[in-house]
């Protein structure tokens, strides 16, 4: 079990951690989207937090009628959020505002799972994934989605913008597969086979724009390079339930972390021998959120449905790597 230095925590009683997101703006300040009766019934709620000092500070909550189950912040707004929910709508939340959402979106006709901002400079966009097997693109200033993207035969679980090509999206699905996709053409761009297994989670790395990394319900972490998708260019095994999110490092490329089912948060790095850096055993539920800071280098935030939210920096990640 790792160690973790300047570690804080923050419980949000009866809500069960879905996601959580470092903000782009204020080191230390980071969102929880979380759900009631772990997302099954309910309502949910986004919880603002942000460490000091003290500890781990709640700054904001909102509160929406189903359970919210992705988090994503505004790039062009330090204030601004977007939040995905059990009833198909996506809300635009104003932190600088007292009440409820600016804006709320539905059109999806089941579970939206994902929500992500575009990185890309020049673009503010935003995608959505659910469980209707479609995604749609967003402008936050127009009120109805820009386009919908249909191919994937299960579930998505989750979309997320490429950092380093504008308008270029991945997306993971209950079918098994890894789908790239371009906002400037409707089919899909590439479809990877990538576990044989629900996809749960993908992520971008932030040094190379053909890798990507998948886990799956089967255990597995998998680094898919997009010039050549015939087998993955890294497997990691260690997990012993369903990988349920993974992150690059924005400051190591052969860096990662996931979480799981298993409740565990584990660290890697794919170009070692012996990849697995790191186990963090520090939840006693499904662990579901996680990210790495872009500001403070090592620090990451997770959530779990045991109503913890945890900043902390693991022992791997407090000497340079």
């Not at 988090?71 to 601004?80: F, L, M, P």
């Not at 297994?197 to 390079?225: F, I, M, P, Q, R």
């Not at 021998?273 to 963090?280: A, C, D, G, I, M």
Request: net charge negative.
């Amino acid at each position: 079990m790792g160690t973790t230095a300047g570690a804080g925590a923050l419980r949000l009683p009866g809500l069960h951690g879905y996601a959580v997101e470092f903000s782009p703006y204020c080191p230390g300040r980071a969102a929880c989207a979380a759900a009631q009766y772990y997302g099954m019934a309910g309502c949910g709620t986004l919880a603002v937090l942000e460490q000091n000092e003290a500890g781990i500070v709640l700054l904001r909550s909102f509160d929406w009628n189903d359970g919210l189950f992705d988090v994503t912040w505004s790039e062009n707004n330090e204030n601004v959020l977007i939040t995905c929910s059990g009833d198909g709508s996506l809300q635009i939340w104003d932190m600088a505002k007292t009440k409820g959402p600016l804006q709320v979106y539905k059109e999806h006709t089941l579970e939206a799972y994902s929500v992500d901002w575009s990185q890309t400079r020049g673009e503010q966009l935003v995608v959505s994934g659910s469980w209707d097997q479609t995604a749609k693109l967003w402008d936050p200033a127009v009120g109805k989605s820009l386009c919908t993207f249909k191919g994937h035969e299960g579930v998505i679980y989750s979309t997320i913008w490429s950092p380093h090509i504008p308008g270029c999206f991945a997306s993971a699905s209950g079918d098994q597969t890894l789908r790239i996709w371009d906002v400037k053409t409707p089919g899909v761009k590439l479809v990877i086979p990538a576990h044989q297994a629900e996809v749960l989670s993908c992520d971008w790395c932030k040094y190379d724009e053909n890798l990507l990394v998948t886990g799956a319900v089967d255990c597995s972490l998998k680094g898919w390079d997009l010039r050549n998708i015939r087998q993955p260019v890294f497997v990691l095994l260690g997990h012993t339930y369903a990988i349920r999110r993974v992150k690059f490092s924005p400051f190591h490329a052969t860096l990662l972390a996931s979480c799981s089912y298993d409740f565990t948060v584990r660290f890697w790095d794919f170009s070692k021998p012996n990849p697995l850096l790191e186990t963090v055993e520090h939840h006693t539920e499904f662990t579901c959120g996680l990210d790495l800071s872009l500001h403070n280098r090592g620090q990451v935030v997770d959530c779990a449905w045991d109503e913890l939210v945890k900043i902390y920096t693991p022992s791997c990640l407090a000497v340079p790597v």
